[in-house]
């Protein structure tokens, strides 16, 4: 069946690094992949998605491209902040949305 | 955007009590509703898929007696955990989708969740 592998974490980064998460996928046809983020004490919020082959996703900085020939969507930032501390997930749907397990990210000042 | 809102955010409850959590999307009418478990540091798992209107579809391994799921308006879908055990305690997320939009290449709103604690 369909999933999602991400990296594991936690990441700990200084503020101003560039930030990579990988995520790559297993899917039948082609999906619509997602980036949601999960701040502390707070619910899943989307952060950038791709409907096709190619596209790139873009938000607050972060950018992601739906990579077909890789089967990957890997979520980048030039210059992480502080505030950028949370939980990030990578999710592909068709019906509904399958996620990976969750990245942990720390951004130390 | 559009706003998902989930109550309680919190609920302790004895062994074998029954649990009522509501999910409202609060500015747009949603036809489907999705219920969610989330395990510490693991991913969020679908647990049924909520039409309003009709019977929930649950996933593989999902006991449909044991987590009713109820939608009756297009703006409120409920999840009852009956006879809850300590096992069932999780975080419970609920997701709405946009009824203009209704594909699951258009966004779906996350609730923030209910931690349920079964004593």
């Known amino acids: 069946g369909d999933s999602v592998t991400q990296m594991e974490g936690p990441v700990t980064l200084s503020e101003e690094a560039f930030l990579t998460i990988n995520c790559t996928y297993t899917?039948?046809?082609?999906?619509?992949l997602f980036w949601y983020v999960q701040y502390p004490g707070e619910g899943l919020q989307l952060l950038l998605k791709?409907?096709?082959?190619?596209d790139k996703g873009s938000n607050k900085g972060f950018e992601a491209t739906y990579r077909k020939e890789t089967t990957s969507f890997h979520l980048e930032k030039g210059s992480v902040q502080v505030s950028d501390s949370a939980v990030y997930f990578c999710?592909?749907?068709?019906?509904?949305?399958?996620f990976g397990k969750g990245t942990r990210l720390h951004i130390l000042p | 955007g559009a706003v998902v809102s989930q109550h309680p955010s919190r609920v302790i409850c004895k062994s074998g009590t029954s649990v009522k959590i509501e999910c409202r999307s609060l500015?747009?009418?949603?036809?489907?509703m999705f219920w969610y478990r989330q395990f510490p540091k693991k991913s969020l798992m679908l647990m049924a898929t909520s039409n309003e209107g009709s019977k929930a579809t649950y996933e593989q391994g999902v006991e449909k007696d044991k987590f009713l799921i109820n939608h009756a308006s297009l703006t409120l879908s409920t999840l009852t955990v009956t006879s809850a055990h300590p096992e069932d305690s999780s975080f419970y997320i609920c997701?709405?989708?946009?009824?203009?939009?209704?594909?699951?290449?258009?966004?779906?709103?996350f609730g923030p969740g209910t931690r349920l604690t079964v004593l």
């Open positions: 899917a039948t046809g082609y999906p619509s």
């Open positions: 999710a592909l749907g068709h019906d509904k949305i399958i």
């Open positions: 500015d747009f009418q949603a036809t489907t």
């Open positions: 791709a409907t096709k082959a190619d």
């Open positions: 997701s709405a989708r946009d009824r203009e939009t209704g594909t699951v290449r258009d966004t779906q709103y």
